[in-house]
């Protein structure tokens, strides 16, 4: 594919100009990172599966109403998306106890949450990702108190979506981390990716893990896991 010249290169990512101003390509790379960057690996077909496994969620939630970058995936791994300006914030939310959660506060490992948990961190590698809270995102100026509003209207409405359809699937749904950006137009649009990388999924039969989280822990069997997670959301006509 003819990639443009590049105007981003993340952990995970690159984004590339395409020769239509408001479009960028975005290249799903095998780069498999986790701990603040410190453990790093080359996961061959990583790029391949996240791409597809996005790109279905992403029209998934077009589909119910909600704006995303998503414009197509003219191969696998690489992702036609509308140009956003990022907002440096990992939007988390949390249906069941997981992870980091565990670690910083007293709850029980699986406690359910309803409503859901939103939480937002500081994208931001120099002050590792902090916790925020409203008044610091207004201090920081990184959102309005509206733009906050829409964000955690939007997040619900996404967590209802993929939800009850990854619940369909056989598919639990701990946690997730989106990312928002706005259009050319000043709209709050989803970007980024959804997928093994960026969300806990289990198993609802045997409670696997089929997620990073077995990258994070050393455990073998990730890629697998990754493409378990493919063939099970994909259907034939996803399948380029
Ligand atoms: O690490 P923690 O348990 O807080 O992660 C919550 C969710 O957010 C997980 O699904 C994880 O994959 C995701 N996450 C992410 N990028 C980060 C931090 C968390 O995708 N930098």
Request: glycine share 6%.
């Amino acid at each position: 594919l003819d990639t443009g010249n590049l105007l981003y290169r993340g952990k995970a990512k690159d984004v590339y100009q395409t020769n239509q101003p408001q479009q960028v390509l975005v290249k799903f790379r095998d780069d498999i990172t986790a701990g603040d960057g410190e453990k790093k690996e080359i996961m061959s077909l990583k790029g391949y599966y996240n791409s597809l496994i996005s790109a279905k969620l992403f029209r998934l939630l077009e589909d119910a109403g909600i704006k995303t970058q998503y414009i197509d995936l003219p191969e696998p791994g690489y992702m036609i998306s509308h140009k956003l300006d990022m907002i440096p914030l990992e939007v988390i939310t949390r249906n069941i106890a997981a992870g980091s959660l565990l670690r910083r506060f007293p709850f029980q490992d699986g406690q359910t949450f309803n409503p859901p948990i939103i939480q937002m961190d500081y994208k931001n590698d120099e002050y590792h990702d902090p916790m925020l809270n409203d008044d610091i995102i207004l201090a920081l100026d990184l959102a309005s108190s509206e733009d906050l509003e829409t964000i955690r209207k939007i997040t619900l409405k996404i967590n209802e979506v993929l939800k009850s359809f990854l619940e369909s699937r056989g598919l639990l749904f701990p946690d997730f981390k989106i990312e928002f950006g706005r259009d050319i137009d000043g709209n709050i649009v989803l970007g980024d990716e959804i997928s093994p990388d960026t969300c806990r999924f289990w198993d609802i039969e045997t409670c696997d893990i089929l997620d990073k989280d077995l990258f994070r822990k050393g455990e073998s069997g990730v890629i697998e896991a990754y493409q378990k997670v493919a063939n099970i959301i994909l259907d034939d006509e996803d399948k380029k």
